[in-house]
């Protein structure tokens, strides 16, 4: 990840501001340290002291969410994080030393297609999940047609 860069605010603050397609890393505590997930929406944040903000061409930040939540990627977290006792820390400047693989923009493509994909599937079963679970209240205080019609209003039968 030597390409990285972790994004400075111009003004020198050394504020940072989330961007779609950074991706961000948990830097400290046992059991969540090192953990990496996509920005993958336009609207900007300010991380606390606790992420890093990576940003680099080299990678999708799907993929290189997805690697850095590897066993691989993982690997290296515990090789690099400094600290005992809980109070873990994994620096910036440790990260830029992660090995990452060089995939081609094929297969990247593909591998970012399937996450969406996943992402997709995953809200579409929470919706229906939320609309099963309404419409079981439905039967249960009405009838089961009124529940039955519930789902056909919310699009969630066959």
Not at 65 to 94: C, R, T
Not at 110 to 115: G, N, R, T
Request: proline share 5%.
């Amino acid at each position: 990840m030597g390409d990285a860069g972790f994004a400075n605010l111009p003004d020198k603050t050394n504020a940072v501001i989330i961007q779609q397609g950074d991706v961000l890393m948990t830097g400290t505590g046992v059991g969540t340290i090192g953990r990496a997930a996509p920005c993958l929406h336009p609207e900007k944040a300010l991380p606390d002291n606790h992420v890093t903000v990576l940003r680099t061409d080299a990678m999708s930040p799907i993929c290189l969410a997805l690697y850095l939540n590897s066993i691989a990627g993982q690997y290296q977290v515990d090789q690099h994080f400094k600290g005992s006792s809980g109070q873990i820390e994994l620096y910036p400047a440790d990260i830029a030393n992660f090995w990452c693989p060089e995939l081609d923009q094929s297969t990247q493509q593909k591998i970012d297609k399937l996450a969406q994909q996943n992402l997709t599937l995953k809200a579409q079963r929470t919706r229906l999940l939320e609309a099963a679970k309404r419409a079981v209240e439905i039967a249960i205080e009405q009838d089961e047609a009124a529940g039955m019609a519930y789902l056909a209003r919310k699009g969630a039968l066959p």
